[in-house]
């Protein structure tokens, strides 16, 4: 269903934009293809208004398509507007905004549309990591399109009129939408993690001004405000308590408070979220195992594990980080992995994913050790041994291999089963000798330990010292991971 009826392509445009800023450019193109007696119909602009405009004084272009021609179905004239919009933001480094409301492939145009599809794509593609680009779905996005919405670095969805699918629900066998509505906002943000952010229409366009305005517009330009008002010596006051919802803790060491939490509604266990610290736009990365609402109560909790989903969410917000010439912070609190089928079906390839991820990112990496680092799971938590260039730990943090109870059982095994050794004692010892903080500083693993009050004037100090950071990769094409 498509919220045209209720707001015009170019009432958004305007809604998004800066008052008075938008140029409109071929506004005077309509559709070439004759078949089907589809010249009987006018289409204005073909479908899709393009043009550009300012965001809080900061270009940038944006389509928005008109539901209301032809569905806002995409054509070869159609696609001919976004692709001309691509290259005039390829030139001039500045994000392209699309907002989406389309009934996809003009079927009267066949070939010609599925090509014009074809080079949508191309361009999206040469564009990735170079410039901003940012999606939001009002009305339907399904088939071909979805792929445009994939592509983006971004993607927003209205709650209650949007809709984003591959094949729609009824579609799909022993399915039904009243079953699982499989297009809806819930299902691609909660479940299928497809969708970064979900709200209103005007929620959408205000969550589209505040990313434009804290991102680069695009790989070369530093994401970061001239002036810091909070003190950069300030103590992260309470932060000890924070260890469990990290989202408390990442706004506690960030300017002011300010916090963009992305792709929120998706394995909430891995927070992925931007900050400032002293005026530059930080990404963090950090596991949490509660969710606590505006009253402080409990609303969500999760074992201290690494699923799947976290990886997954967390590798493409390190990859678009490092794109993006953002500054990654690290918050770990892991104990090892979660124990599902569904883990072992994806858990290996996806914490890959993380750990490549990470040790491919060449931009300023920091992390901090807050509570558990056990196992592997650690490790791919932006170790010291995976890439981190600065690593902290609060004094009560603790770095092992595994479990005590779990090492003991394992190391001494024939000797409980004679009852030879006592258990907790061994247990105690191990923790002692391979549990110790102070013993993973001694092997260089962790550079300081710092008191957790401290953090955010260490975190800052050492985001300043790497500021010049410059790294080179081995020469490819690509990793493969």
Known sequence: MSTTTEVTAKERIEALLDDNS???????????????????????????????????????????????????????????KIVNLYRLAMKTGAPVIGLIDSAGLRLQESVDGLDAFGKIYYEQSMASGVILQISAIFGNCGGGLSVVSGLSDFTLMENTHAQLFVNSPNAIEANRKELCDTASASFQSEQAGNVDFVGTESEILSEIRELVSVLPANNEEEACDLECADDLNRAASGIETQIEDTKLAAENLSDDGFLIEVKKQYAPEMLTALIKLNGATVG???????????????????????????????????????????????????????????????????????????????????????????????????????????????????????DANAAVRIMYAEELEAGTVDAAAKAAEYDALQGSIVSAAARGVVDSLIEPADTRKYVIGAFEMLYTKYEERPGKKHGTV
């Open 22 to 80: 938008f140029v409109e450019i071929g506004a005077y193109v309509k559709a070439r293809s004759t078949d089907f007696n589809i010249q009987a119909n006018d289409t204005p602009s073909d479908g899709v208004i393009t043009g550009y405009g300012l965001i809080n004084g900061k270009l940038v272009y944006v389509y928005s398509q008109d539901a209301s021609v032809l569905g806002g179905s995409v054509g070869e004239m159609h696609a001919k």
């Open 284 to 402: 963090v990365i950090a596991n949490r195992t509660k969710i606590y609402d505006d009253n402080m109560n409990a609303a969500d909790e999760f074992e201290a594990k690494l699923t799947y989903k976290g990886c997954e969410k967390a590798a493409a917000f390190v990859n678009f980080c490092d794109a993006f010439n953002l500054p990654i912070l690290t918050l770990t609190n892991v104990n090892g992995y979660a124990a599902t089928k569904c883990q072992e079906y994806h858990g290996a390839k996806q914490t890959a994913k993380l750990v490549y991820a990470y040790a491919n990112a060449t931009v300023p990496k920091v992390t901090v050790i807050l509570g558990d680092a056990v196992g592997s799971a650690y490790i791919a938590m932006n170790s010291k041994a995976v890439g981190a260039d600065v690593v902290y730990a609060w004094p009560t943090a603790k770095i092992c291999m595994m």
